[in-house]
């Protein structure tokens, strides 16, 4: 098409030709605003459609009323929407429940390896593991993923086994980031989940990114798969830079991503009451331009039903992005690093964990529609032990990844500077053969002289 055929188009939701793709992508240009006379609206280029108005008032946040907070199922596992329908039989619900249950007894077991000093640190996801397992159920296997660092269930929920856990967590040759991580830091390429990175709110700028390429690939190949991303995040994360970034751009480029906010109520020891004065993340959501929704992430069927919904959403008239806030509590400590009770009473804790949990409440579901009971409950819980317990002493027992492994992977091949710091590395053991147990990783030393 000719510029000056262009021109004649309105600027206002012109397709416009991208020049990577030759596609067309509708974008909203503010120039050219009309204005006709005796309007009740003026269009400023930066509020569209904004009402004149002669009364003097500045809108306060207080007066507007708290967003709704979506539910299915209350805390008896008594259904409250009275519309809804399971979408999966009771062997399906049965295995989304037994993910839940697996992740809590791995994260008990793990939380005690690491004051035994067998593990170096750990992360529970106590009163969390609705929202990472319901989410990623009614995902795609191939939509990508981005975790903080609390979301075991949505790798359990992809098919992480109790030996890939553990491979990660001991640090041995099944790792595949071979030991440069900390525990807890997973990632699998197989199931389309990015490594966790430490540093807070990073996983949401990449993961906007991600939807982005997703979206052009279909610009590309409208023979694609149609595919999205989903992102956790905790509310404290979204006080970081990254959080507004990632949502900016995904809203103004309309990429096909979810962002899921667990709100639990703390980010380490701040509580939300210090973390913002808005209402929670949601209202943030729709800041953006971002269709949101608040949802009750103790109610797994609430997440399934919200994040099945969004994904819809996400993928419609070429992509864009949606926001669920889930509301939670961090039962747990922070890490294995933490001690919350210096920061929060034992009975606030107690309460909720008395109150309201996910695991209870689908279980108390289950057992109304008859397809659980106490000893169904007691072997599966027995078997998620044995399962961890036996995947753990085997890691205990696998060897480390390589030592030359430490220097691989920054650049394709060695440089000179890394190659002499292996040669020192190995001078060093042999020089000192007695105080280290190169035995212990794969190879021994001799992946140093390679
Ligand atoms: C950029 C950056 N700042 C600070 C930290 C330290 N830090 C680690 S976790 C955390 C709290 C995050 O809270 P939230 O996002 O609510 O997640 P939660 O731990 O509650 O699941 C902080 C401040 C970090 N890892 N990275």
Redesign the pocket.
Known sequence: MKCRTLARLSLRHRPLLHPAVGGTLQVRAASNLSQRPDSTHLSFPGALKSAFTSTLKFENPETRPTLPTYRVVDQHGVVVDQSFEPDISDEKVIELYKNMLFVSVMDLIMFDAQRQGRVSFY?VSAG?EAVSVGSTSVLDHEDVIFC???EQGAFRQRGFTSRDFMGQLLANVRDPSRGRNMPVHYGSKELNIHTVS?????QLPHASGAAYALKMQRLRDPSAKPRVVAVY??????S?GDFHAALNIAATRSCPVIFIC???G???S?PTLEQYRGDGIASRGIGYGIETIRVDGNDIWAVREATKKARKMALEGGGRPVLIEAMTY?VSH?STSDDSFAYRARIEVEDWKRRDNPLTRLRKWMEAKGCWDEVKEKEARDSARKDVLKAFSEAEREKKPPMRAMFEDIYEDLTDDLKSQMKELKDILDKYPDEYEVGEFEGGKESLSK
């Open positions: 992360m969390e903080q660092y609390r430490s540093t807070l709110a990073t995040f905790g509310e404290g994360a979204a970081e667990r709100n639990n703390y980010a380490i701040t961090r922070h």
